[in-house]
């Protein structure tokens, strides 16, 4: 185990990559939340040793005619980063 200290606390994806991008620090956060960054080589991946499997995700809604289009669109996200250049 590795243990790590610092002055930035949050709950949120957004801050998290500003924040490495800024130079603030390292973050460890699912591979999708940085990817465009990697791509364009402003962020690179550290401690690969050291990654971990997230859980899988599992998308459970009613069947109908009908589908929301916030839950469509919510299934097309899931399905196009999934899908795209992993690390």
């Known amino acids: 185990m590795i ?4 002055g930035l606390i949050t709950d949120s994806g957004d801050i998290l990559r500003e924040a490495a ?8 956060a699912t591979w999708w ?9 402003l ?3 550290l401690l690969q040793d ?7 995700i599992a ?6 005619r009908r589908t929301p289009a916030k839950v469509r669109a919510v299934v ?7 899908r795209c250049d992993t690390p």
Request: aromatic share 10%.
């Open 3 to 6: 243990r790590v200290s610092g």
């Open 21 to 28: 991008i800024n130079g603030l620090g390292i973050s460890q």
């Open 33 to 41: 939340l940085f990817r465009k960054e990697m791509q364009r080589g």
């Open 43 to 45: 962020l690179v991946p």
């Open 50 to 56: 050291y990654e971990i499997e997230a859980d899988p």
């Open 59 to 64: 998308i459970v809604f009613p069947a109908s």
């Open 76 to 82: 097309g996200f899931l399905l196009k980063i999934t």
